[in-house]
C-alpha cells in the first residue's frame, strides 16, 4: 500500500504501530504534545465501547447455552437491526449461523465470533485508504455533508496528516454561510500550516473554489481541500451550490474533483442512509468518512452502509484529536464493534 495514502498505510494492533516519522508524529496529539497513553486499536476499541456493549450484552442475554433454533435465530435477527446493523446484514449473519449450528447448542462467545467473521467479510471491500495521485497538482478533494456531520474537522485532521507528509496543502473555505465555520477551518490551517482560501461570510462559494483552484495550481500543490456548506433544510439551494463549485471546478481541471468525500457523523444512525442517498444524486460521493463512532452506540450503521452502498469508506472518526481520524480496517472494527479482542 502506498506510504503517501491516508494514513500510508493501516495500522496494526495495539503496540504494531508504525515506526516512520510522519506516522510516529501523528501520534502526538495535537495541539500539546501529550504521551500517547494506547494504541489505535485500543482507542477504537474504547470509542466504540457504546455500540460493542449494546451487541455483547444482547447476545449474552440470548444466548447462555442455548439451543440454536428459529427462535432464537429471529431474535438474533431483531438485536442486531436494533444495533443498526441493517436487515441485510441481519439476514446474512443468521443464515450462516443456521447452516452451520442450526439445532445445536451455543454459546454467546461463538456468536460473537461468527458476528466478527461475517462483518470482516462485509467491510473488507469498502476498506480502502484515501490515496491522493500527488502528480494532479493539485489533487483536489471536495468535501461533503450536513452541518456538524464533522467535514471541517475531518479536512483538519487530514491536511494535517499530509503536511507531516511534507506535501503541500491548501484548505477552502467553501462553506461561506456561517463564520464560525470559516474561522474554525482557519484554526486547523494554523495546526496544520496550510494556507486558508476564504472570503466573507454569505460570500459566492463558487467564486471562492474558483479562486482555490487557480491558486493552488498556481502554486503546484500536492492537495487541495474543499470544505462546502452542509444546509439540507434548504436541499434545493444547496445542490444548486454544489454543482456550481463542481462546475467550477471543472472548468479549471476538467478530472476534478478526484475525491468526492461525503462525512457522515454515525450517531445519527440509520438517518445516514438518506443522507447517502441525498448526496449521492447531488453531487456523486466517490467515498465515506465516517466521524463519532466514540459517543455512538450506533456504530453499527457502518456496517449497514457498507452492505448497502458499496462505497469505500476512507477513515472513521473517535475523537476530536488530530489522531483521531484513522484508516478504516475492517477486521480491527468488526473485532472491536463485538467486543473482541
Ligand atoms: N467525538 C467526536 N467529535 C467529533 C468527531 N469529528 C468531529 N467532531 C466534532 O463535531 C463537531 C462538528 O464538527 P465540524 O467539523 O464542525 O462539522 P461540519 O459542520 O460538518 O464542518 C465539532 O465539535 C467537532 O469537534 C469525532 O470523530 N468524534
Ligand atoms: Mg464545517
Redesign the pocket.
Known amino acids: 500500500m502506498s506510504k503517501t495514502g491516508f494514513f500510508g498505510r493501516l495500522l496494526g494492533r495495539k503496540g504494531e504501530e508504525s515506526e516512520t516519522p510522519a506516522e510516529a508524529e501523528m501520534l502526538a496529539p495535537e495541539p500539546v504534545a501529550e504521551p500517547e497513553p494506547e494504541g489505535w486499536f485500543t482507542r477504537l476499541k474504547s470509542g466504540l465501547a457504546k455500540s460493542s456493549s449494546k451487541l455483547t450484552q444482547g447476545i449474552g442475554d440470548l444466548f447462555t447455552k442455548r439451543k440454536l433454533d428459529d427462535e432464537a435465530l429471529e431474535e438474533l435477527q431483531d438485536l442486531l437491526i436494533t444495533a443498526d446493523l441493517g436487515v441485510a446484514t441481519a439476514a446474512r449473519v443468521t443464515k450462516r449461523l443456521a447452516k452451520s449450528r442450526f439445532g445445536q447448542d451455543v454459546d454467546a462467545a461463538e456468536i460473537r465470533q461468527t458476528l466478527a467473521e461475517e462483518i470482516t467479510e462485509i467491510l473488507a471491500p469498502v476498506a480502502q485508504p484515501l490515496v491522493p495521485d500527488f502528480s494532479r497538482k493539485p489533487h483536489v478533494i471536495l468535501v461533503v455533508?450536513?452541518?456538524?456531520?464533522?467535514?471541517?474537522?475531518?479536512i483538519g485532521k487530514m491536511a494535517k496528516h499530509f503536511r507531516d507528509q511534507g506535501k503541500a496543502v491548501t484548505l477552502a473555505a467553501g462553506?461561506t454561510f456561517r463564520a464560525a465555520?470559516v474561522e474554525?477551518l482557519k484554526v486547523w490551517g494554523e495546526r496544520a500550516d496550510c494556507p486558508v482560501i476564504s472570503r466573507d461570510t454569505g460570500a459566492d462559494a463558487a467564486g471562492l473554489v474558483f479562486d482555490a483552484m487557480a491558486e493552488a495550481s498556481a502554486r503546484g500543490d500536492d492537495l487541495l481541500f474543499i470544505?462546502t456548506a452542509?444546509r439540507l433544510q434548504n436541499k434545493s439551494d444547496l445542490m444548486a451550490e454544489l454543482e456550481k463549485v463542481v462546475r467550477v471546478i471543472k472548468k479549471q481541471d476538467p478530472t476534478a474533483p478526484h475525491d468526492v468525500l461525503l462525512?457522515l457523523?454515525a450517531t445519527v444512525g440509520q438517518n445516514a442512509h438518506s443522507q447517502v442517498d441525498i448526496f449521492r444524486d447531488m453531487v456523486g460521493v466517490t467515498g465515506l468518512v465516517l466521524?463519532?463512532?466514540?459517543?455512538t452506540a450506533r456504530g453499527g450503521v457502518l456496517v449497514a452502509l457498507a452492505e448497502r452502498f458499496k462505497l469505500p469508506v476512507h477513515a472513521i472518526?473517535?475523537?476530536?484529536k488530530v489522531t483521531?481520524?484513522r484508516p478504516f480496517e475492517a477486521e480491527a472494527f468488526a473485532r472491536s464493534l463485538v467486543g473482541l479482542d
Not at 455533508?145 to 475531518?154: A, E, I, Q
Not at 472518526?317 to 476530536?320: F, K, L, Y
Request: charged share 30%.
Open positions: 455533508g450536513v452541518n456538524g456531520s464533522g467535514k471541517t474537522t475531518t462553506d465555520a474554525q470544505d452542509g462525512v457523523d466521524t463519532k463512532l466514540d459517543g472518526g473517535v475523537g476530536e483521531d481520524l
